[in-house]
């Protein structure tokens, strides 16, 4: 299997960087043993398992030992947020989390499955520029909140969330502060003394590691109620045989991604620009969000009178991969829930795709891009009218400032 | 409007949606008789291929259409019509 092609798609996932394979293929091979083994072949395999570690850690300015592996950031995120919560009821106690309604679903599930359980859960919405504003967490908050979750980086829109100022906040009141950093993390500086976090979730697929490892980063002093029964591993944090290869891979990639990281972000800022530019030439195209608080990687934008179903699958058919926030469900498309809790109209949502770039990228793909994009644009113009997907809703902030509605 | 063969995909279920396209695309074949209708389910390897995941799902000429919505007889004309359909005809 090969993927011949333009892949607009990073936010999803990443292609793995040579380098990583060739870190992980010894512990796919004769690297094969157990790193909890104490004679000589599992040893040298935890040798393996501690080098990741110190890479994994460096990138977020850690401690070894505060990092815990996971198989990826939904498991990190539950394991943060479910071991809060589990800290609460083993004291007896339920109590308050405040979150906000952009989040990832891992988070929201998570969320969820706690209400049910007894806990109580506020759910901030974000501006019209798809952020969380700080002081609406904080007035969110109330006398028995031991739980703050936050996404660092909007993964659908790209807008990056005020983690530090929340974690001030957070602090402050001696509350838990949970930031999911997925988006993020290899994309933008984000060193946890920096954020000031208690606990911050990552995964290395989003940054040319492989799928299915992850991390928790778990400052020092805090304690979490492990979710999953087992063996010692992970200081006992996280029991179950280690992923080793995923691992290696895993601390590769995050040490590349912590040299590379400056010029990875001009060059995708660059290619961003470069599409963006070509598109608002020919194509009635509104940014999403806001475009000065958004990570280089991710254009969300919204192309009027495109349905934006009908164009993703077009570029697909021409080897051209993005992405849709519309989700379908029950059989039906629903509107994206991240663009729908930031006040756009379904019509902005059924509209907007989301491409993600990455460094393997070149301009002249973005061209490319630009070129089929508008081309399609404009065919799917004349076969879908506004009555079929919707009209522009003049609260709706995307276009609505422009004054288009 | 095009005079070469078109080969048209209609990906269906068994719900009101897809009955009323398929029988839309039969009044649309009526005029345009270039039309090679072919039927799919959308657990099939075409409907896989092509990334439809909602029925009613309709493609002309390699071009996706519609998905999960009934495309009418004027917005298919309008296509069929279209600069596209033209230049590929010559």
């Known amino acids: 299997m090969s993927l011949q092609g333009i892949y607009f798609d990073h936010a999803a996932t990443t292609p793995v960087h040579p380098e990583v394979v060739e870190a992980m293929l010894p512990f796919l091979r004769e690297g094969f043993a157990n790193p909890s083994s104490i004679h000589t072949a599992g040893r040298q395999v935890r040798k393996g398992v501690n080098e990741a570690r110190d890479h994994v850690a460096g990138l977020l300015g850690a401690k070894a030992q505060e990092i815990v592996f996971t198989s990826g950031g939904t498991e990190s995120n539950t394991m943060a947020i479910y071991g809060a919560a589990f800290s609460q009821e083993s004291a007896g106690k339920r109590g308050h989390i405040v979150t906000t309604a952009i989040e990832h679903p891992a988070v929201l599930s998570a969320c969820a499955f706690l209400e049910k359980r007894g806990h109580r859960v506020t759910y901030v919405r974000p501006n019209n520029k798809v952020r969380v504003e700080a002081q609406s967490i904080a007035e969110a908050l109330e006398p028995d909140t031991y739980l703050i979750t936050m996404m660092l980086v909007n993964n659908e829109v790209g807008t990056i969330q005020p983690v530090a100022e929340v974690a001030g906040i957070a602090r402050a009141r001696g509350i838990l502060m949970h930031c999911d950093g997925v988006q993020g993390v290899g994309k933008i500086p984000a060193r946890v003394s920096d954020l000031g976090v208690d606990l911050f979730t990552f995964t290395g697929h989003k940054f040319s590691g492989p799928k299915g490892c992850g991390a928790l980063y778990i400052r020092d002093g805090v304690e979490l109620t492990p979710i999953s029964a087992g063996g010692k591993q992970e200081q006992g944090r996280r029991g179950g045989t280690e992923n080793v290869a995923g691992i290696v891979g895993f601390g590769k990639a995050c040490e590349l991604a912590g040299g590379n990281l400056d010029g990875n972000s001009n060059h995708v800022r660059q290619l961003r620009e470069r599409l963006l530019s070509q598109l608002g030439d020919v194509s009635s ?20 009178y495109v349905d934006a179903l ?11 991969f993005i992405s849709v926030g519309s989700a379908c469900a029950s059989g039906k498309l629903e509107p994206s829930y991240v663009l729908r809790s930031a006040g756009m109209s379904d019509f902005a949502s ?8 990455g460094p393997s990228n070149t301009p002249e793909e973005a061209d490319e891009v630009a070129r089929n994009v508008s081309e399609l644009a404009t065919l799917l113009r004349q076969v879908r009218t506004p009555e079929e997907i919707g009209q522009c809703d003049e609260n709706c902030p995307c276009l609505w400032q422009e004054g288009v509605a | ?3 070469r063969n078109l080969r048209v995909e209609l990906y269906l279920d068994q719900d ?19 039309l ?19 029925a009613p799902g309709l493609v002309i000429d390699d071009v996706i259409l519609g998905v999960g919505r009934v495309v009418s007889a004027g917005k298919i004309r309008r296509f069929l019509e279209s600069d596209k359909v033209e230049d590929e005809n010559g």
């Open chain 1, 350 to 357: 059924f509209t907007s795709v989301r491409f993600s770039l």
């Open chain 1, 310 to 320: 009908l164009l993703m699958l077009n570029l697909s058919q021409r080897k051209i």
């Open chain 2, 1 to 3: 409007m095009a005079e």
């Open chain 2, 16 to 34: 009101e949606a897809s009955a009323e396209q398929r029988e839309v695309i039969g009044k649309v074949s009526q005029r345009f008789p270039q």
């Open chain 2, 36 to 54: 090679e209708v072919q039927e799919f389910t959308l657990d099939s390897s075409q409907a896989l291929d092509r990334g439809i995941i909602l």
């Open chain 1, 285 to 304: 195209v509104r940014i999403n969000g806001d475009i000065e608080h958004t990570v280089p990687h991710i254009a969300n934008v919204c192309l009027v």
